[in-house]
């Protein structure tokens, strides 16, 4: 897979491995499965019993537009999505610059959806050695590795 500038205003993602296409095209389901990462995603903004004020607002007013804006960002990464186009080498998927933050709040979804659905540990998430693709677990680690290494780049990018 490579990735580059192409124009002043977008990015492209192109020469995509069969599988990473099929990580890249589940990207905005995987990032919508918010019912086991509800504590990563919507985290309680303060402890304590003296400040359940202050927490009945932020859920009725701050978590209302959070969900607004992560699937917001799912839908726009869903539409780059849907017209990947090709080319003679594979497929390509261009990201326009507006559409960054979108993309960088989507994967960092979906990475915390497959941290909490598969109950991934520190030390799991490490690099030590290669995901075993033949489990499940082996392949929701290899989407949380390629979805961060996407972060990356879209944070390069975004620089």
Do not use: C
């Not at 389901?29 to 504590?39: D, E, F, L, N």
């Not at 607004?68 to 999505?81: E, H, M, Q, T, Y």
């Not at 990201?95 to 979804?109: F, M, R, T, V």
Request: net charge negative; proline share 6%.
């Amino acid at each position: 897979m490579r990735f580059r500038r192409a124009s002043t205003d977008s990015w492209e993602l192109r020469d995509i491995h069969p599988l990473f296409v099929s990580l890249l095209t589940e990207l905005p389901k995987v990032a919508s499965r918010h019912k086991k990462a509800q504590a990563r995603l919507y985290p309680d903004p303060i402890g304590g019993e003296d400040h359940a004020e202050f927490r009945r607002d932020w859920k009725e007013h701050v978590r209302p537009e959070l969900e607004r804006l992560f699937a917001s960002s799912r839908d726009i990464v869903a539409r780059d999505l849907s017209a990947p186009g090709g080319h003679n080498h594979g497929t390509k998927v261009v990201i326009p610059g507006a559409h960054l933050e979108a993309w960088l709040n989507a994967l960092n979804q979906a990475r915390l959806v497959i941290v909490e659905e598969s109950n991934f540990s520190e030390a799991d998430l490490d690099h030590r050695e290669p995901p075993d693709l033949a489990t499940r677990r082996g392949l929701s680690l290899l989407k949380i590795h390629f979805y961060g290494h996407l972060q990356e780049l879209l944070v390069e990018a975004a620089g």
